[in-house]
């Protein structure tokens, strides 16, 4: 292992560098990652890991511990690949040799693809913008591009290939230059603040109409008095009660005329 002399200070940096997430098995970028984040946290072990001076400086790495550590980060299909490693572990005897390279040298062979530009192509072409802001879809497209070999033509019509609708349609009737990749990204940033800015415009006004109507809606009376007919005039004839001519000429025998 490489000399870790005047890179790293035990006490110090055991607080400086993060620790890596475990890695379950993703094949190519989430490997190389992996790797790349565990080699200065465990250089920033200390003693725990690796051979120091008087001043706790890191001199170079204990490759038994080193494998140790990572192995212990391995989960899901890559504690799989790590188990009989682990076995040999038990066993008190130290796997990939005890040497910190052959371990990388394996884990390579498994994990991180041969041809870097197919894992970039792969991933490129699954990429869309989704829910993403441009700029967050545009860090992640780049981070890819770079190790695809695409002409900058090519690496244009992909990133347009894959935005949103809402800033395709907005883009068809810009008069900003956008023949580059790099000015595409820009205008389309500055199109997609628009979108949403006008997105929670709307939103707001949807939420103040519901209140107006609702403030307005007519309030239902609390108590209201039932209609109550007039009383009945106990001395008027009861014509209403008579149901044939004879009921009517018995209740009028008797009566003169213009009583």
Known sequence: MAQLANSTTGANSL????KPSPFKGEQGGEARRFLAAFTPWAMSQG???NHVDATG????????????AVLSFMQDSAALWATPAMEEIMQGTTPFKGLWTE??????ARFETVDEAVDAKEHLRTLWQGSMT??????????LSTRTGYSKADLRDRFYE???????DELVHTARPIASLEDLITVSSDIDVRVRQRRAERDRQRGRTTTTT????????????????????????????TRTREEFNRLMRGKCYGC
């Open 134 to 143: 441009v700029p967050e879809y545009a860090a992640r497209f780049n981070e």
């Open 103 to 108: 371990f990388r040298t394996q884990f390579k």
């Open 15 to 18: 607080k400086a560098v993060q």
């Open 214 to 241: 609702t403030a307005a809606k007519p309030a239902v009376p609390l108590h209201t008095t039932p209609f109550t007919p007039p009383a009945r005039d106990p001395n008027a004839m009861d014509i209403d009660a």
């Open 47 to 49: 003693s725990t890991l």
């Open 162 to 168: 894959h935005l949103a609708d809402s800033i395709k």
């Open 57 to 68: 400086n890191a001199i170079s790495a204990r490759d038994d511990q080193w494998i140790r």
